[in-house]
């Protein structure tokens, strides 16, 4: 009997536990607002987030991104540094200063170096930095620290809260994407007596 005793101990007494617990270490169904000019980040960012079961939300620039975040409270903001008009670390320190908003676990991203610098020097409040270009395994690196850390934790939603079904990309992220599976339409070779 002891045996068993230790085997529960180690494996959880329901394996319905076990299995609803993601083995990534990173939670499901979080809402995570991205916030960058650029389309082709924006939309893979949200695809790498909306593969892992995370409802994801985008704004291509500082105010817009404010104004989401205080309607929606996501659970965790990915900000860009970089931003046309308001750049990422005023809208950190806007978030930071607004009661709705200053839990908000935020990841700071940028592929300028000289941002990244500043990011080092002007810690505003970010919870973690991210450097463009990444890697699926670092988003998901990121979303665990906050997760272990006690940083991010996914709110209940009621029925009302949810988002509706929207597309997974807009037209312009969706162009923005290179499909290197597609060939070049003049590389297309035509098979003899067919019109090209």
Known sequence: MAGFELIKKLFGSDPSERRAAPRSGVPKGARVLVVDDSATIRAVLGKMLNQDSHV??????GEAALEMARK?????IFLDIVLPGMNGFAV???L???PLTRHIPIVMISGNLQATEQFYVQRFGA???MKKPFGRGEVFARIRHLTESGRLVVRERTAEQTLPA??????AEHAAIPDIAMPDPHDLIMPPGEPS
């Open 56 to 61: 994801v939300l985008k704004a291509p620039d």
């Open 72 to 76: 929606e409270i996501p659970d965790l």
């Open 92 to 94: 950190l320190r806007a």
């Open 96 to 98: 930071r200063r607004d």
């Open 127 to 129: 919870d973690d930095f």
């Open 166 to 171: 929207e597309p997974e990309h807009t037209e």
